[in-house]
Structure formats: structure tokens, C-alpha cells
């Protein structure tokens, strides 16, 4: 999302509407709470009904039982699942490189997440029809570059205005963005921390790198709450109606580049990030895509990658179903758009910045592009939704599976090596010494004692 003078999104009405759409997403029956919530505002009479609704939204059970806690997300894991190049015994993975091919992938995985990042971030809200046809104005349908700028803009198909540093031939670094901010500040996590870092760590991480205008949705809600002394990871469960959307999910990177073949662990350390905002999918998002990443460190088959993904969530939770849905369309021999129109016929109904029609893009982003960034991110950011995000995560995949040196020069060249950041201490700082700073960090988490 972009910056606001005021998150909008926090304001009482923006919080009870968000609360009954994800409690309907739950299956939970919400009667005429709409209507009441549509006629206290016509009446000027919400501020005095607003604890009441909160109330009875906050009585409701979900139709499903998906836990938020790690030992019950672990036990309720597909035993089943075991990518073929797992071990016999365990959840393992292959052993990881060594330090020259380890920052081989690190800096690939950076330099791709950056690319796939600065794709997305031109178009970021925009349905795939708006997508396409904003492309094939410019003929330049199917995407095979970074977007091209027609001067004037056709009449509604204006870019985002962050177009002027991130389309083509305007490029010159990957310019500030929070899904980078978030894999610096987790890199600083564990060197500040440790990789026996805390959820509260997280917090307090937070509080001090992170100004609040330039953090959205589910992390600011979870920031105002820490700012009124709640505690996590009451953060992420007290009135917070975005819990469920692709703010941890953005967050997964790190954990995975410092856990190579060890989706397991990079799990874990997801989902100590995770909870400081989000609940369930929200959690299961970040762990997916961590594990997923840490397999990408050391495999180049995108089947296998989000498979090892999905083996670190419950079997049974909305975001596995949607997962093994698209895996099932993707198998069906069908072209990309045919396999994306059933993902929105089924997902489609979920928020754009909802984790689990995001994560549907990603999966068939990796799928249909068969381990090459360019046609992955494309598609991924064709796809439409919260293209920064979902072009980022896949971005970074690829990355990770070939390595920097594979990395086609239209695509990293632009980016010359730097990223900005609001991270305090970081500026504008070189993806190569972030990868180098990773990668000594990766070093201490092998060695932890936990899982």
C-alpha cells in the first residue's frame, strides 16, 4: 500500500466492516449485523454502538479450527507431504551449500526479490483486466519487461505514482518499499538478537525502526496496540480485522535465506515474526513462503519448493486448500489464464491484499514459469492483486533456486546493487553486502540449538 497522511484503514467503521469480512471468510454467521453497522452510521450513532459490535463480532466461533499456536500448527502438518528429495527419515532437507554457493543464492534471492518487487509496484491494486489492458496499450502484452510508461497515461490506466523510479529506463536502485524494510529490519532481528529472537524482540524491533505511516493494515493495528500496552500475541488477536492478509507473508524472506534445506526451522522463525500481527492463514502465509524459500536455497524444482512450503502449515486450513487447488488446476495441462480465472472464481471473493488469493498467484507464478525469473515474476505481477508483494515472494524464489549469476542483466542491472530503506543505519545500502551480512548470519542460526 501506499503512504496516507492517516491510516484510513484504522478509523472505527474501516476496522467493524474489515471484522465482518473476515469473520465471514471464518464461516461464522453473522445475522444483520451489516444493517445495523450501515444504519448507525446513516444515524451519526456509531461511536456510541461501536463497543457493542465489537462485542458480538468477538462472540463468534469460526466454522474451522485453525490454530495459531506453533506446537498445534506443528502437529496438525500433512505427515503424509514429503517431497521427493526430503530424507527417509525427518523433515530435513538436503544439506545446504557451502559459503560460496550459499551468497550465490542469497544475493540472488535479494537481487530477485528487488526485481520482482519493482515489477509489481507500478500497477500494486490493479485487477489482471486493468493489467492487460494498460498493456496491450502499450503493446507490450504479454509482460516481458519492466513496464513501459505511456505519455499521456490512457484515460484511467495511470500508473501508481511510484512509476517515475520503477519502470523502464527510470530505474536506478530499489527504491524504498515496506517489503523490503521488513527483510532488512529481520536481518538486523537476528543481529541484534540472535536467532533465539523473541516475538516481543520483534516488537520492540518494531518500535524503534519503523516509522508508523509507512507500515499498513495488520502491522499497524499491532503497532497501535503495542503502543497501548498490549502484549503479544494479543498484538495480532485484539481488533485487529487484517490478521489475515499478506502483511507477515512479505515478512517470510529472511527466515528462509538464513535456514537453507531447513524449511522446518525457517518455519519456526516465521511464525515468531508472524505473531506479533497476524492469526492462522496470516501465519501460515509467512511459514509457508519462509520454508518455501529455505528449499529454494538448495532446489531448483518449483513443485518441490512449494510443496516443502506446504508441508510446514495444518493440512487442514483454507490456505492449504486453496494451495493444493491450484496445484490440482496447474496439473491439468491448462494455460496460465485459464488456471488464474479458476483461482478467482473459487478466491477471488478474499480482499486483494488477503494472503491466500496472493499466495494462489505465487504458486502458479513459480508453477507456469518453470524456474525462470522473468516469465515468474511476470506472471506473478499479471496476475493482478498486490502485485509488489506477490511479484517480490516470487522474485525471491527464483532468485534463490539459480543463484545471482543466473540472473538475467535486464533485470538486476537496473537495480545497480542498492536498496533504499528507512531502516535507521541503513540508507541506501548495497543488496551485495546485505547478502554477505545474511549469509554470516546464517552461519549462527545453523548452529542454534532449536527447532
Not at 461511536?47 to 465489537?54: G, K, L, S, T
Not at 518455519?267 to 529454494?296: C, K, P, Q, V
Request: net charge negative; hydrophobic share 45%; with cysteine.
Amino acid at each position: 500500500m501506499g503512504a496516507c497522511m492517516f491510516h484510513e484503514h484504522l478509523v472505527p467503521e474501516g476496522l467493524l466492516r474489515a471484522e465482518i469480512a473476515q469473520r465471514l471468510e471464518e464461516g461464522c454467521v453473522v445475522g444483520d449485523l451489516p444493517k445495523r453497522l450501515d444504519l448507525a452510521i446513516q444515524n451519526g450513532a456509531l461511536e456510541a454502538e461501536v463497543e457493542r459490535f465489537w462485542a458480538e463480532l468477538e462472540a463468534l466461533q469460526p466454522e474451522r479450527d485453525e490454530p495459531s499456536e506453533l506446537g498445534t500448527i506443528r502437529a496438525r502438518r500433512a505427515a503424509a507431504l514429503r517431497p521427493a528429495a526430503r530424507r527417509a527419515k525427518g523433515r530435513g532437507m538436503p544439506q545446504s551449500p557451502e559459503d560460496a554457493a550459499l551468497f550465490d543464492r542469497v544475493y540472488g534471492a535479494w537481487l530477485g526479490r528487488c526485481a520482482g518487487c519493482t515489477l509489481g509496484k507500478p500497477v500494486e491494486g490493479w485487477s489482471r483486466e486493468k493489467i492487460a489492458a494498460y498493456l496491450h496499450a502499450a503493446k507490450a502484452y504479454p509482460l516481458e519487461d519492466y513496464f513501459p510508461v505511456l505519455e499521456p497515461f490512457p484515460a484511467g490506466l495511470n500508473l501508481n505514482a511510484c512509476y517515475v523510479a520503477t519502470t523502464r529506463g527510470r530505474i536506478q536502485a530499489m527504491v524504498r518499499d515496506d517489503d523490503l524494510d521488513y527483510t532488512v529490519l529481520a536481518l538486523r532481528i537476528l543481529e541484534t538478537y540472535g536467532p533465539e529472537f523473541s516475538t516481543r524482540d520483534v516488537a520492540e524491533a518494531w518500535l524503534r525502526a519503523l516509522p508508523y505511516y509507512q507500515i499498513f493494515t495488520a502491522e499497524a493495528v499491532a503497532y497501535r496496540n503495542l503502543l497501548n500496552g498490549i502484549e503479544p500475541p494479543q498484538t495480532a488477536r485484539t481488533r485487529n480485522p487484517y490478521r489475515e492478509w499478506i502483511g507477515a507473508q512479505i515478512r517470510a524472506d529472511m527466515w528462509g535465506y538464513v535456514a537453507p534445506g531447513d524449511p522446518e526451522r525457517a518455519a519456526a522463525l516465521a511464525y515468531r515474526d508472524a505473531a506479533l500481527s497476524h492469526t492462522a492463514n496470516g501465519i501460515y502465509g509467512e511459514m509457508w513462503a519462509a520454508a518455501a524459500i529455505a528449499t529454494a536455497m538448495v532446489l531448483d524444482d518449483p513443485r518441490e519448493v512449494v510443496l516443502a512450503g506446504l508441508a510446514e502449515v495444518p493440512e487442514a486450513c483454507r490456505l492449504a486448500d486453496a494451495i493444493r487447488d491450484t496445484l490440482r488446476w496447474a496439473d491439468e495441462g491448462v494455460t496460465w489464464e485459464i488456471a488464474w480465472e479458476r483461482v478467482n472464481a473459487r478466491y477471488g471473493n478474499y480482499h486483494w491484499v488477503h494472503v491466500i488469493p496472493n499466495t494462489c498467484a505465487i504458486v502458479l507464478a513459480l508453477l507456469y514459469g518453470e524456474g525462470q525469473l522473468e516469465r515468474s515474476i511476470c506472471l506473478a505481477v499479471m496476475g493482478g492483486k498486490d502485485t509488489d508483494c506477490t511479484g517480490a515472494t516470487t522474485g525471491s524464489i527464483v532468485g534463490a533456486m539459480v543463484g545471482a549469476r543466473a540472473l538475467p542483466a535486464k533485470w538486476v542491472a537496473p537495480l545497480q546493487d542498492r536498496l533504499e530503506t528507512t531502516i535507521p543505519g541503513e540508507g541506501a545500502v548495497r543488496l551485495s553486502e546485505l547478502a554477505a551480512r545474511t549469509v554470516r548470519v546464517a552461519k549462527t542460526v545453523r548452529c542454534a540449538n532449536f527447532a
